[in-house]
């Protein structure tokens, strides 16, 4: 059980293109669904956290703008990388979870990523 | 501030026993989980404490001790595909939620 799906899983694509990005709770209804960027050999980076049909939570430094989270069901959220640039490749993973958040004991179950390059 | 301590890099033979601590500083604390992540792929999970004491999970065993800040993840009988890192994150208070605070990881290689 607690499988997340994530797609596309690598986009290669010009600068300036925008790119959206599909997660999925396939088996669980996810309340709380977490985006992350990790750059090689570095920790995860929380990037926003979104609540279903609420607006989402960007961390300090993140561009809402620049990233657009959308968390319209309780199995989908996505987000939008707008006018990517090079500097904007990454790895990019969401994970998601039941419950409401703070209150839930359950574990955040990830998506396989989206490896991201701009050219 | 909030903190995640665990080292960067260990090595352990194949068969062997290692165990991987991680002390951590939070506001709050609300559960510490363990996470594989394999080069190139996400996170997946591998066990939750909430109480101290150590749970057991197969090769995999975790252990809490909430008033030290401490907690350790051993692995038994060490295979090769064990070798990656290994995450420690603390759900602690933030603001008025609690959010997963990560640890940078510790990379775990796996000699024959």
């Known amino acids: 059980g607690a499988v997340v799906s994530q797609h596309p899983s690598r986009v290669i694509c010009k600068s300036g293109t925008s790119v959206k990005i599909e997660c999925r709770s396939l088996d669980f209804q996810a309340t709380t669904m977490f985006w992350y960027r990790q750059f090689p050999k570095q920790s995860l980076m929380l990037m926003a956290t979104s609540n279903e049909g609420s607006k989402a939570t960007y961390e300090q430094g993140v561009e809402k703008d620049k990233f657009l989270i959308n968390h319209a069901s309780l199995t989908l959220s996505t987000l939008t990388v707008t006018s990517a640039h090079p500097e904007d490749s990454s790895f990019y993973i969401c994970?998601?979870?039941?419950?409401?958040?703070?209150?839930?004991?359950?574990?955040?179950?990830f998506g396989d990523g989206t490896r991201l390059s701009i050219l | 501030g909030q903190n995640i301590d665990q080292p960067t890099e260990m090595t352990a033979t194949e068969g062997a026993i290692v165990q991987i601590n991680c002390t951590y500083q939070t506001s709050g604390f609300n559960g510490l989980f363990w996470y594989q992540q394999h080069a190139g792929e996400a996170p997946t999970f591998l066990s939750y404490?909430?109480l101290d004491g150590l749970e057991e999970k197969g090769r995999f065993s975790s252990f809490l001790s909430r008033s030290k800040g401490y907690s350790y993840l051993l692995l038994k009988e060490l295979q090769m595909k064990d070798s990656a890192s290994y995450l420690c994150?603390?759900?602690?208070?933030?603001?008025?939620?609690?959010?997963?605070?990560w640890g940078a990881g510790t990379k775990l290689i796996i000699k024959p």
């Open positions: 994150a603390v759900r602690g208070r933030r603001d008025s939620n609690y959010q997963l605070i």
């Open positions: 404490n909430v």
């Open positions: 994970s998601a979870r039941g419950g409401p958040d703070g209150y839930s004991n359950q574990p955040q179950h």
